[in-house]
């Protein structure tokens, strides 16, 4: 049973960073494809960031590129997702989720899903 828990989130000034991470457990992450998403009020739940094992990179939305930055941690079977240049738009409850198959850009092909992080950017 893989469990994902996440963490980091808060409220934050346009321009400010946050980093979320998402530990693991049941599951070594270099066994999954591992991602983030969110989910802004009223809006369907979007992806952020996945890494793809085969291809050894990680592929952003449009809307983050440049500002958001995906890494991880074998040692301590965790992931992050690194928030600079924060802006208003990026409000939104974010989660990390992974899944057993190879990349996939749609959220509902993930199998298991942390806990939500609320990340709210002030203007």
């Known amino acids: 049973q893989v469990q994902l828990v996440g963490s980091g989130g808060g409220l934050v000034q346009a321009g400010g960073s946050l980093r979320l991470s998402c530990a693991a457990s049941?599951?070594?992450?270099?066994?999954?494809?591992m991602g983030w998403f969110r989910q802004a009020p009223g809006k369907e739940r979007e992806t952020v960031a996945i890494?793809?094992?085969?291809?050894?990179?990680?592929l952003y939305a449009d809307s983050v590129r440049g500002r958001f930055t995906f890494s991880r941690d074998n040692a301590r079977n965790t992931v992050y997702l690194q928030m600079n240049n924060l802006k208003p738009e990026d409000t939104a409850v974010y989660y990390c989720a992974g899944r057993t198959g190879p990349l996939r850009w749609d959220t509902n092909e993930y199998d298991y899903w942390g806990q939500g992080i609320q990340v709210t950017v002030s203007s």
């Open positions: 890494y793809g094992r085969s291809i050894g990179s990680t």
């Open positions: 049941g599951r070594t992450i270099s066994d999954l494809t």
